[in-house]
């Protein structure tokens, strides 16, 4: 069985946005104009196809990133000719910063995006933290300055933002016709003609000269587009210096070339309620953003022989695929959703788990038009797919074949920043509990579930109360689990800020074996590594934990390094100061010495526990509170009672800005004093105000607020 589509006519891209832009609108727009839908639902009315679950209708936000296929013909191609017909595999992400696993992980497969703005609010929080993560991942994107019908909208105000906030590199492909309430169209700066969009939901694109009133900008931002292309290749720019005109296909392809590269981001406008411009914005997709064979060799590691291997977009290469997603279908149970890299699969072929080292029977693959299901029986390189029934298939697992195994890169997610007590209401329910929370933890890798072995009590941890709130939502009618659940609780950590010496013999003699340890360690903060720093073969350096191995002359055997490396991590996930997590710490192993007959892993472990413990005392532990990054949006005359409350909430006010009509106050605030804000927002701003917060970092909290929490957990 063949490719029903060559490499070179896919595209997997992302829509991705802040809360509001007008993504998954866009996403509804995407499908009708590729035929995938022929009624177009509305967000406002809980009808769209990419927001399937119950939450997301009744809430009117994106919670899970969904998965569609289907096919584009360019606008530019004459009717009855495909051979420019491409597949799109396409994710709507979440815009609410709670949900931001999803975008993260999402542009880890996606070769490229297209990054929705707001017309009136232009470049917002989420914007930002949605473009660093395709920073990190170097994806492609195309911007599309949506809501050009609502009134305050401004082309040029969010243009001018992107360049501000995000790129200097957003260069504008289109103009738009009119604004606001005159919206009518758009100009194309490449082929210099004017767009409307006719017939009954826009399908019909009509193309014409433009119109006298807008030559004069075509021509001068024109003149800029090609100068800004000319700057990314030299050849270019030296035929640009000496007055060379270039051609409608030189210009697509160089600016192409710029966009792979990430030297530039073409801007494109329209408004996707309105039914204006997105199905140029589909042509950009195709004329702009990779397919799979523009992209890099994805890199991995033989688990064999940790040699740096990578494998190519193509189907002879052996397979190789990264699980991404994990989603619990009411119809077909439990979907894996993966990213194939190389090679091939069929259903009912055996696949090897690399990252666990198992294997398991892939029985069924199945492609998704968000919650609908198509079988197929064979997946290709640089496809998008979901296999059910995989029982041990995480997040961030490679997939791959046994012969020639692979462990791809994996996904990195933030730790959560919030958690609260959770007990089931019933003993029927308690039984139900554990496995539904176990299956929503395997779905979402920030969701986080523990225990206390000494209380019984059972912790769940996340992004946001809304997080946690949908969470408890879906337990309740996706698995029918009622549950009590108690406050909000911040996920605080503690840390050192100086450095001590510890030692620790742990000798215990009950006749017959008895146990012996000692260990010596130097404990100090962590330092950043610079980026591209050596790590030496003596150091185990992890995102918040180093641990150096200085022993000399095998005073300590290395079968028991590890026990004592153990047994440090388990002291520091005790505490010191209120017994939260420790984090930031560089610990040296320096010395020690061991028994012949008596020494054992535990002896150790107990030892360097002990140790870690007295040391840390002595090098002055503090504990550290999550301060959120938060951005306030309200009219001009509620400013003054908006900044007295984030001043009394140990707020800094980091700067004000003017958006649309509306006054941003940008600041950060500890999260423990951001509980009910909304709702006092709300009051305060009689319902005209509106908040987001999103983790920014840790910092250490004043004496008197550690005093109250370390009581509080007495």
């Not at 409307?196 to 119109?211: A, D, L, R």
């Amino acid at each position: 069985m063949n490719r029903d589509y060559p490499l070179e006519r896919v595209r997997n891209f992302g829509v991705i946005a802040h809360i509001d832009a007008g993504k998954t609108t866009t996403s509804e727009r995407i499908l009708y104009y590729t035929g995938m839908i022929h009624k177009i639902g509305e967000v406002h009315e809980g009808e769209t196809t990419t927001d399937w679950m119950e939450q997301e209708r009744e809430r009117g936000i994106t919670i899970t990133a969904a998965a569609i296929t289907c096919f584009w013909n360019p606008t530019y191609m004459p009717k009855g000719d495909n051979s420019m017909k491409h597949r799109f595999n396409v994710i709507d992400t979440p815009g609410h910063i709670d949900f931001t696993v999803e975008v993260k992980r999402s542009l880890r497969v996606l070769d490229g995006a297209v990054v929705v703005f707001d017309g009136v609010a232009g470049v917002e929080p989420q914007s930002q933290t949605n473009w660093r993560y395709a920073d990190e991942g170097k994806v492609p994107r195309i911007c599309f300055i949506n809501k050009l019908d609502r009134m305050g909208a401004s082309f040029e105000k969010s243009y001018k933002s992107i360049l501000e906030k995000l790129n200097k590199n957003a260069v504008r492909i289109q103009i738009p016709m009119g604004a606001e309430e005159h919206f009518k169209g758009v100009v194309d700066l490449i082929k210099m003609k004017a767009y409307t969009f006719e017939g009954e939901m826009g399908i019909n694109v009509v193309e014409s000269e433009i119109p006298a009133e807008y030559v004069e900008d075509a021509k001068k931002y024109r003149a800029e587009l090609i100068e800004k292309v000319a700057e990314t290749d030299d050849t270019m720019m030296t035929e640009y210096l000496e007055g060379k005109e270039f051609d409608m296909p030189t210009i697509k392809k160089m600016l192409r070339k710029a966009v792979l590269s990430n030297r530039l981001f073409p801007v494109l406008t329209g408004t996707a309620l309105k039914n204006k411009g997105v199905q140029l914005v589909l042509d950009a997709v195709i004329d702009y953003l990779p397919s799979p064979l523009d992209i890099p060799a994805v890199k991995g590691i033989d688990p064999n022989t940790g040699a740096e291997i990578f494998r190519h977009a193509d189907d002879k290469e052996p397979f190789s695929a990264l699980a991404f997603k994990l989603q619990n279908d009411p119809f077909v149970g439990a979907l894996t959703f993966f990213r194939v890299y190389s090679g091939s699969v069929e259903a009912g072929s055996y696949i090897y788990n690399s990252t666990t080292g198992k294997k398991e029977r892939l029985s069924r693959i199945v492609r998704l038009q968000a919650n609908e299901r198509e079988e197929v029986k064979k997946v290709f390189a640089g496809e998008i797919a979901a296999a059910v029934g995989l029982k041990d298939a995480l997040t961030s697992h490679t997939l791959c074949d046994e012969n020639q195994p692979i462990i791809l890169e994996a996904i990195k997610f933030v730790d959560p920043v919030i958690s609260l007590r959770i007990e089931p209401k019933t003993k029927a329910d308690q039984e139900k509990m554990g496995t539904a929370l176990r299956k929503l933890a395997n779905e979402d890798p920030t969701f986080r579930i523990t225990s206390n072995p000494e209380t019984g009590e059972t912790l769940i941890a996340g992004m946001g109360e809304l997080h946690l709130e949908i969470m408890v939502d879906r337990m309740k009618r996706e698995f029918g689990v009622e549950a009590n659940v108690g406050k909000p609780q911040v996920a605080y950590r503690e840390t050192i800020q100086g450095s001590a010496e510890a030692e620790h013999k742990y000798i215990k003699q009950s006749g017959g074996k008895g146990q012996y340890g000692h260990v010596k360690i130097t404990l100090k903060p962590l330092e950043k590594l610079e980026e591209g720093a050596k790590i030496p073969k003596n150091v185990k350096r992890y995102d918040d934990f180093e641990f150096i191995d200085s022993i000399k002359g095998g005073v300590i055997p290395n079968e028991f390094i590890p026990a004592v490396e153990k047994g440090v991590r388990e002291a520091m996930d005790r505490g010191i100061v209120a017994g939260y997590k420790m984090v930031n710490i560089s610990c040296e192993l320096t010395f020690g010495s061991y028994h012949d007959v008596d020494s054992s892993e535990i002896a150790y472990k107990i030892a360097a526990s002990q140790a870690f413990q007295d040391g840390a005392k002595r090098a002055r532990p503090v504990i550290l509170e999550p301060i959120m990054k938060v951005e306030v949006v309200a009219p001009e005359k509620y400013m003054g009672d908006i900044t007295g409350s984030i001043a009394s909430k140990r707020g800094m006010i980091e700067g004000t800005e003017l958006r649309g009509v509306d006054q941003v106050v940008k600041a950060m605030v500890p999260l423990s004093e951001m509980f009910g804000y909304t709702t006092q927002l709300r009051s305060m701003t009689s319902g005209q105000g509106n908040m987001t917060m999103e983790f920014d970092h840790y910092e250490v909290v004043p004496p008197q607020v550690e005093k109250t929490i370390v009581e509080a957990r007495k």
